[in-house]
């Protein structure tokens, strides 16, 4: 679970309260599932990330991401990789 406090969070939080529509003022931490966060183009993305690890673990990769000096964790299902490469 990838927690971020929203007195620090950032446009993470900025994010996730015009998502979820909850006010800043109601929450105190916001926990995002791993397997919640998906990766896009830069023309369709809201926050921007850096990738810096990949494990493949059989079936899906652990991917470390460093978003606005926060580190993530985000599950991706390899099945999903290689149907995004095939229509590239």
Same mark, same amino acid.
């Given at each position: 679970?990838?927690?971020?406090?929203?007195?620090?969070? &950032? =446009? $993470?939080?900025?994010?996730?309260?015009?998502?979820?529509?909850? +006010?800043?003022n109601? @929450?105190?931490?916001?926990? !995002?599932?791993?397997?919640?966060?998906?990766?896009?183009?830069?023309?369709? &993305? =809201? $926050?921007?990330?850096?990738?810096?690890?990949i494990?493949?673990? +059989?079936?899906?990769? @652990?991917?470390?991401?460093? !978003?606005?000096?926060?580190?993530?964790?985000?599950?991706?299902?390899?099945?999903?990789?290689?149907?995004?490469?095939?229509?590239?």
């Amino acid at each position: 679970m990838n927690v971020i406090q929203v007195e620090n969070g &950032g =446009e $993470i939080v900025e994010c996730l309260v015009k998502a979820t529509k909850l +006010g800043e003022n109601k @929450i105190k931490t916001f926990g !995002v599932r791993p397997e919640s966060i998906s990766m896009v183009s830069v023309d369709k &993305g =809201e $926050i921007e990330a850096i990738v810096e690890t990949i494990q493949p673990t +059989g079936a899906d990769w @652990i991917v470390g991401l460093i !978003v606005s000096g926060k580190s993530f964790l985000q599950l991706v299902f390899l099945q999903l990789v290689q149907s995004n490469l095939k229509q590239m």
